[in-house]
Nanobody
Framework: VQLQASGGGLVQVGGSLSLSCSAS????????MAWYRRAPGKQREWVAF???????EYRGSVKGRFTISRDNGKNTVYLQMSNLKPEDTAVYYC?????????WGQGTLVTVSS
């Protein structure tokens, strides 16, 4: 089972995008969920996570610009991104938190153009 993220695309600096990721009920209910990203030439990094009861944490560089949320009824996790910067360009993935290596999907590409 892999988690498939969607919603990426090309956006200008300062723009917004919303990503989504659906999981099976068994994965979603049992886990904190998170968004990760891998920028060109860099290692994958954690972006934000949300607990099963909705508490969220963010890495410093996205705090105040990104919002993670989850819909437990739809088994879906979202990442609302605003005020995007060129350094946000990356392939974005969702996974549990901590991640499960079996769940990595192909991710969705976000490109922020200046």
């Amino acid at each position: 089972v892999q988690l498939q993220a969607s919603g990426g695309g090309l956006v200008q600096v300062g723009g917004s995008l919303s990503l989504s990721c659906s999981a099976s009920g068994s994965i979603f209910r049992a886990n904190n969920m998170a968004w990760y990203r891998r920028a060109p030439g860099k290692q994958r990094e954690w972006v934000a996570f949300i607990t099963s009861d909705g508490s969220a944490e963010y890495r410093g560089s996205v705090k105040g610009r990104f919002t993670i949320s989850r819909d437990n009824g739809k088994n879906t996790v979202y990442l609302q991104m605003s005020n995007l910067k060129p350094e946000d360009t990356a392939v974005y993935y969702c996974n549990s938190y901590p991640y499960d290596s079996r769940l990595w999907g192909q991710g969705t590409l976000v490109t922020v153009s200046s």
